[in-house]
T-cell receptor, first 115, second 114 residues
Framework: DVKVTQSSRYLVKRTGEKVFLECVQDMDHENMFWYRQDPGLGLRLIYFSYDVKMKEKGDIPEGYSVSREKKERFSLILESASTNQTSMYLC??????????????FGQGTRLTVV | AQTVTQSQPEMSVQEAETVTLSCTYDTSESDYYLFWYKQPPSRQMILVIRQEAYKQQNATENRFSVNFQKAAKSFSLKISDSQLGDAAMYFCAYRETSGSRLTFGEGTQLTVNP
């Protein structure tokens, strides 16, 4: 079974704090993604990575950065958390080398509250 | 840029009845993939069904089937014999054949009434 694990299900941080959201996958997937989920807006892509140390901006990268030092781990960083970053964050991974294998696998999400 | 639109924020259905969730998308590509994902209260996203755009035949997975209208850029999900466990948020998603990123719609919250 593919497993994508996010380090926290719930997180409460203060405004201005540096926040790290961690995601680990155990299936040797090349692609990893960070999405933000808000009611009425669906899932919006923040950043994705297609290889170690490689990253691309998604649709809403402002206020976020990412790190991928190892293939299995993809971290989302909020350099200075703000209240408008209160949201659900979902990590996902997928295989790149088989174009017929299209499924993305998701973690269980981290609900972040910034106070 | 590709966009995916789900115009029904909420839907409800009686247990054992059939319900259809709507999705439209916009793309200039001719080959792509479309997906329906389910997110129950546990928050775990689960793939329900996928459709390759080059296939004219509509995908079917047990009680779940799609109506794929490529010219109209429409991709609806039909759930037959609805069960209480079908209650969830459903997301429609698009992916280019050559790419990896998924573009999601806004989601439809499905309630199943006993």
């Amino acid at each position: 079974d593919v497993k994508v694990t996010q380090s926290s299900r719930y997180l409460v941080k203060r405004t201005g704090e540096k926040v790290f959201l961690e995601c680990v996958q155990d299936m040797d997937h090349e692609n990893m993604f960070w999405y933000r989920q808000d009611p009425g807006l669906g899932l919006r892509l923040i950043y994705f990575s297609y290889d170690v140390k490689m990253k691309e901006k998604g649709d809403i990268p402002e206020g976020y950065s990412v790190s991928r030092e190892k293939k299995e781990r993809f971290s989302l960083i909020l350099e200075s958390a703000s209240t408008n970053q209160t949201s659900m964050y979902l990590c996902a991974s997928s295989l790149a080398r088989d174009p017929t294998n299209t499924e993305a696998f998701f973690g269980q999400g981290t609900r972040l509250t910034v106070v | 840029a590709q966009t995916v639109t789900q115009s029904q924020p909420e839907m409800s259905v009686q247990e054992a009845e059939t319900v259809t969730l709507s999705c439209t998308y916009d793309t200039s590509e001719s080959d792509y993939y479309l997906f329906w994902y389910k997110q129950p209260p546990s928050r775990q996203m689960i793939l329900v069904i996928r459709q390759e755009a080059y296939k004219q035949q509509n995908a079917t997975e047990n009680r779940f089937s799609v109506n794929f209208q490529k010219a109209a850029k429409s991709f609806s999900l039909k759930i037959s014999d609805s069960q209480l466990g079908d209650a969830a948020m459903y997301f429609c998603a698009y992916r280019e054949t050559s790419g990896s990123r998924l573009t999601f719609g806004e989601g439809t919250q499905l309630t199943v009434n006993p």
